[in-house]
């Protein structure tokens, strides 16, 4: 069985300057220049994504759609409202129900739960500042992923182009 790629992206920078609701914040401009950056690394690093995993909040649906423009290929796209303030536990539902058949996955998201999951699929302690990546390689089906199961093959904003 291959194995299976995890990408955890955290939302690239909001603008708190406004009085939009947290799920309807936008992103700051500087959010808007680092989120081209995420993609143009996943470009370079990736020979393909298959699916992604957006939070329905604004900052995130906008930094995945800034992302994906750097793709050659688009994934398909799957808003999912259970990313929006989940758990470690909770997202970790959310890719556990994953078909076999995708292999590499981008979950779009949120601190504290997005940190957490990479910290508890890896054993390692996961820091992730806005428009930062956490690849995690797990060695089995979607369904087996738990504590400690993946590795953790990169981490950090992708540097500036």
Known sequence: MPKRTLILLRHAKSDWSGDETDLARPLAKRGQRQAPDAGRWLAANLDRVDLAIVSPARRARSSWDLVAAELDVLPRRRIDDRVYTASDQELLAVVRELPDDIET??????????????????????????????VITLPGPWATAGPDSGVLRALGRPPAQ
């Open 105 to 134: 996955v981008v979950l779009v998201g949120h601190n504290p739960g997005i940190e957490d999951l990479a910290s508890l699929l890896t054993g390692e302690s996961v820091t992730m500042p806005t428009s930062a990546l956490a």
